[in-house]
């Protein structure tokens, strides 16, 4: 499968997620119009190199038939009618709790629910916390490793904040996703891991695999591309949000040995909203 980030506004991703066999595609989140219908009048190619890892891209016509959007939030679904009308899209997916707050909303998923696009088979996890609605779209297709829009949830090396949920809401979250198949390629919603790996390395910085992941994000930034994807198990390696058992990150933030992880998410949570 191919995926290509599109940025929008100021740090936003949107992507083109594309069945190979098929060249039906969706666009997940998309925050504007404009750089998302340039992308897909480029075709899977778009996105700068970003699909670096993935199958050779080539600039093709792709079919877009449908819209994945993982929260209500308006930098995520800001394009969603606009796009909808330009391409023809009828299939708006969301959480069913999130009726009414996405624009154009057609197909109301429940946690576990799946359908497919192309060749693709989707899987929606609701993953409440940043919001009530929030989704992730996990996606595979054999033989390639699978991937994951985690919106604003997971974040690489962070996670969204409790707008709407509460760390053991979070924390579950944060769980569903980490159990994922460790090659599992994750695509979030914005392009915040430079400043996530900082305080990741504030409150662990014996961690040797932040320091390595700083220094792959500030290479790819200095040159103008996007850090996603990472895979789970490196997130499961630097991310702080899914190291709550961290006897360093403990004792740096003064989170008692034993309190239970949930609690120890919302300190660190805490923490991560007034780290400058
Ligand atoms: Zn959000």
Do not use: W
């Not at 998923?109 to 929606?124: I, K, M, N, P, Q």
């Not at 899914?242 to 003064?254: A, K, Q, V, W």
């Not at 309190?259 to 949570?269: H, T």
Request: aromatic share 6%; hydrophobic share 40%.
């Amino acid at each position: 499968m191919r995926v290509a980030p599109i940025a929008c506004l100021s740090d936003n991703y949107a992507y083109l997620l594309v069945c190979p066999e098929t060249k039906e595609a969706a666009i997940v989140d998309p925050s504007e119009p404009d750089p998302v219908l340039r992308a897909v009048e480029q075709g899977a190619g778009a996105g700068d190199g970003s699909a670096r890892d993935l199958e050779a891209t080539s600039r093709e016509r792709v079919n877009v038939v449908a819209i994945f959007a993982t929260h209500h939030h308006f930098d995520h679904i800001g394009g969603n009618e606009a796009v909808a009308a330009k391409l023809g899209i009828t299939r708006i997916y969301g959480h069913a709790s999130d009726k009414g707050r996405i624009p154009g909303q057609s197909h109301f998923l429940e946690d576990g629910e799946t359908f497919t696009l192309g060749s693709l088979l989707v899987r929606a996890l609701h993953i409440p916390g940043h919001t009530t609605g929030a989704l992730a779209y996990h996606v595979t297709r054999e033989p390639n490793a699978p991937v994951v829009f985690t919106g604003d949830t997971l974040f690489l090396a962070g996670c969204g904040r409790l707008f709407e949920g509460d760390p053991p809401m979070m924390h579950a979250s944060l769980g569903k996703l980490a159990a994922l198949d460790e090659r599992t390629r994750v695509y979030c919603g914005h392009e915040y891991t430079e400043s996530n790996l900082r305080f990741a390395a504030h409150v662990e910085p014996s961690n040797q695999a932040v320091e390595r992941a700083r220094a792959r994000a500030q290479a790819l930034r200095k040159e103008g591309k996007p850090t996603v994807p990472a895979t789970i198990a490196d997130e499961l390696a630097y991310n702080p949000f899914l190291r709550t058992s961290s006897p360093e990150i403990r004792e740096r933030l003064g989170i008692a040995p034993d309190a239970p992880p949930a609690e120890a998410l919302g300190v660190i949570r805490r923490a991560k909203d007034t780290f400058r």
